[in-house]
């Protein structure tokens, strides 16, 4: 059974062996396939990926021998005949290609269905399984998606997207812990997301309010105080009136922090929730 990821490094295996590919245009080629999974991707839209600065005349050409050599590649370690991989790993459609990969296969897969299942247990209010859902995605990533793949327009726009689906995922399960009650047990991993991440309002805000629920009010008004210096620093901008209201609640030990919600939670049928984007639209 092969195994592939894209969330981190651009990997393929197969057992134990590693089969990824090592020339840079047949690892965009997969790359661009892998993420768009779900459909084919037309021949023009490959060919566009792989020649940024316009393709040569042998354009077409050389796409199909770099399909060649991934069919073959594909075979040559599943034992399956060309044919066999062809008609059932990489196939020719609708003058495009299409790499179709099973379920338990894929990390981007399975990433997609715990976060269906973490969308559909909280719109339902099952915060402690939608949080698990959650989690177990987040998990799955092992760095910045197809990290290692040198991107055109079209990869960094599904990379984009699915950084978007990342953090928004994120925003949710760290408010689905503190409507639990993990606040201490978050607490570390909102430091480390903090220094990741200098610029991201909703994530500082929960810092603060786990921290102020934890006992350590001052930690909390550094953690603002913090942001505020990045971003003046650097953009000249000051933070949102929202998180300032969280600061002045800090200061002024309102107790509507106790309860207070940085990332609304929405309440509704799983198909009415756009609120973690799916992969782009490259065509």
Partial sequence: MLDIKVLGPLSIRHG??????????LC????LLLL????????????????????????RTALQIYIFHLRKMLAQTTGLTLAEVSENLLQTVHNGYRFVV?????????YNRLRGNG????????????AQHFRQALDLWRGPAVADVEPGTRIRAEVAALEQSRMTMLD????????????????????????????QENLHAQYMIALYRSGYRIRALEAFHGLRHNMLTEFGLEPSPRLKEFHQAVLT??????????????RRPTADLPEIPVL???F
């Fill in 36 to 59: 768009n999974h779900v459909r084919a991707v037309p021949v023009s839209a490959l060919i566009d990926e792989l020649w940024k600065d316009g393709p040569p005349k042998s354009a």
């Fill in 28 to 31: 965009t080629v997969l790359a």
């Fill in 172 to 199: 949710y399960r760290i408010e689905l812990d503190l409507r639990l009650g993990l606040h201490r047990e978050i607490l570390s991993e909102l430091a480390v997301h903090a220094l990741r991440n200098r610029f």
């Fill in 253 to 266: 030990l309102d107790p509507a922090l106790d309860g207070a919600e940085v990332v609304p939670l929405p």
């Fill in 16 to 25: 134990d062996v590693e089969i990824t590919p090592t020339a840079q245009k």
């Fill in 102 to 110: 099973e379920p338990g296969q894929f990390d981007l897969k399975v």
């Fill in 280 to 282: 782009a639209s490259s």
């Fill in 119 to 130: 969308c559909a247990a909280m719109g339902a209010g099952d915060y402690r399984s939608a």
